[in-house]
Every structure is written in C-alpha cells, then in structure tokens.
C-alpha cells in the first residue's frame, strides 16, 4: 500500500526544488514517478507491473460456423488482417520531455539496432530531460522491429520510441 501523505510530501519537495524527476521502484513491482517540467507543476505517475498483451499468431487461423453463412472467419482473425503490423507489435513509449539519444555518447555504438534481442531491464536509450541523463530500460523481453524516434531530436511525453515484437 501506497502511503499517499509520503508521496505528497516528495512532490511538495520536487515542486520546491530544481530536481526535474525522481523514480522510486520497489521489489514488488511498483513504481513510483515524480517529474516536472517549466510548463506544469510536480506530477504523480503511478504504474502497476506490466502484464504483456495476448498478441495473436498470424497464420493460424480459427474459424466458425455462421449461421447459413458457411465457414467464417472469428473476429480475431478479421482484426488481425485488418490491423497494421505495428499494432501487433509492444510500444515503448517516452515516460518524460527530452532529448532522446541512442548511444551513452556522442560516436559511441548505439544500445539498439533494429532486428536485436531485448531483455527486461535492458537500457534502451538515454532521454535527457534538464541535463539529467535518464536510462531508459525495457520492461518486457522481445525483438527490436522499429526504432521512430531519431538520435538527439526531442521527444514528448508518451511518444513511441520503440516496437517490440514479444514473440519474435
């Protein structure tokens, strides 16, 4: 259980201090975020453990019997058709404001390529967010399809940065 008057009082802090954001995890899974930017107060970012998705296999199609209609295929099947490969796939998104940058430093190997094996807790990035330096860490295991945002561009709060494909 989460004590709310703790949490209050470090925002209070955050709020009074020229600390952009502080991240507190515990063993237990639970995270908790408090950041700040020029444009808004401290805010609260609570975060549960990360339960992957159910992604469907492609090529294994289930079918059922319409009514009349013959054979038809589910739901699942049509929305897996229908839907861009990049649905199917795990988003990392950017959890503040910043610089996102590839690589530890400038001319340095880059964490990822697209087509690498990810593990959890693996540093994906670096978004620097006002000149602290902020590892970015995967939360879930998988290979790197696509990597969107570009080496020393900003990024927004809640961006996509990376997709993942679990399965792969």
């Known amino acids: ?24 995890s515990s ?9 700040k930017t020029s444009q808004q107060r401290a805010t609260v970012q609570l975060a549960s453990p990360m339960q992957l998705p159910q992604v469907m296999a492609v090529g294994a199609p289930a079918a059922t019997v319409g009514a009349g209609d013959g054979i038809v295929g589910s739901a699942q099947e049509a929305a897996a058709r229908t839907e861009p490969a990049a649905k199917r796939y795990l988003e990392v998104k950017s959890p503040m404001v910043g610089t996102y940058y590839a690589a530890p430093e400038p001319g340095a190997k880059p964490y990822l390529t697209a087509g690498d094996r990810i593990s959890k807790g693996q540093i994906l990035c670096i978004i620097e967010a006002m000149k602290i330096m902020n590892e970015i860490e995967s939360e879930f ?17 809640g961006q996509v940065l990376f997709r993942i494909d679990p399965n792969g």
């Open 1 to 24: 259980m989460i004590d709310l008057r703790f949490v209050k009082k470090l925002v209070d802090m955050i709020d009074a201090s020229s600390v952009d954001s502080i991240e507190i």
């Open 27 to 35: 063993d237990k899974g639970m995270k908790i975020r408090i950041s």
């Open 141 to 157: 295991d998988g290979v790197v399809k696509e990597i969107v945002a570009q080496n020393s561009h900003p990024v927004e709060y």
